[in-house]
Structure formats: structure tokens, C-alpha cells
């Protein structure tokens, strides 16, 4: 059984940071995009960040860009997110995502494997 297990949310206030982390289990993600996305109380579902296999190649959403990092260890099976400078129009629960390709990719349906999610709360 595949999964993906999200740790690393929180409360914390704005301009701090968080480390959120993404464990999969149940099959090798090394040939995969990895992806997070983030959905806040009444809205969709969004695309955050994502890295192609080999961790070469980077994609942002505009408002998190030059605040958030994504890195991932194939050895480990892992993704993370590195979030810093939090605004509260961070809070969300935030997903990880592993996709069906190699490329990285902000399209949700590209993705077939999901997380639970991990809830993320920046206060002002």
C-alpha cells in the first residue's frame, strides 16, 4: 500500500518558519515529480511547489516564491518544504503529492498519490 505521510505543521506567528516533511512508504518516488499543494478553509485546493525527479528543476507559486523551498532525498523516500517568512495567508492544510511523471508539474492531475495533509496556522 502506497502512502505519503505529511509532518511538520503548526501555529506559528507570522514571519516565522516551518520545515514540513512528506514520507512515502510502499513503493520508490526516485523516478517521480513530487509535489505540494495547499488548500485553505472554503477555497480550492492549490498548487505550492513542485521538483522534478532528480531535484533539478524547481516550480513556485508566484506568492511563495523566494520564501519557500522544496528539496527531496530519493535515498529516503522523502520530500520537504521549507517555508519561511510566513504570512497568514499561508494557513492552509498544506498536501504532498507524488506524480505519475518525471516532470514537475503545478497541474493536480498529474499527481496520483496524496497525503493527508498536515494543518499549517501562520497568526498575525
Known amino acids: 500500500q502506497v502512502q505519503l505521510v505529511e509532518s511538520g505543521g503548526g501555529l506559528v506567528q507570522a514571519g516565522g518558519s516551518l520545515r514540513l516533511a512528506c514520507a512515502a512508504s510502499g513503493r520508490t518516488f526516485s523516478n517521480s515529480a513530487m509535489g505540494w499543494f495547499r488548500q485553505g478553509a472554503g477555497k480550492e485546493r492549490e498548487f505550492v511547489a513542485a521538483?522534478?525527479?532528480?531535484?533539478?528543476?524547481?516550480l513556485y507559486e508566484d506568492s511563495v516564491k523566494g520564501r519557500f523551498t522544496i528539496s527531496r532525498d530519493n535515498a529516503k523516500n522523502t520530500v520537504a518544504l521549507q517555508m519561511n517568512s510566513l504570512k497568514p495567508e499561508d494557513t492552509a492544510v498544506y498536501y504532498c503529492a507524488g506524480g505519475r511523471y518525471s516532470t514537475a508539474s503545478g497541474n493536480q492531475r498529474v499527481y496520483n498519490y496524496w497525503g493527508q495533509g498536515t494543518q499549517v496556522t501562520v497568526s498575525s
Open positions: 521538483i522534478n525527479w532528480n531535484g533539478d528543476m524547481k
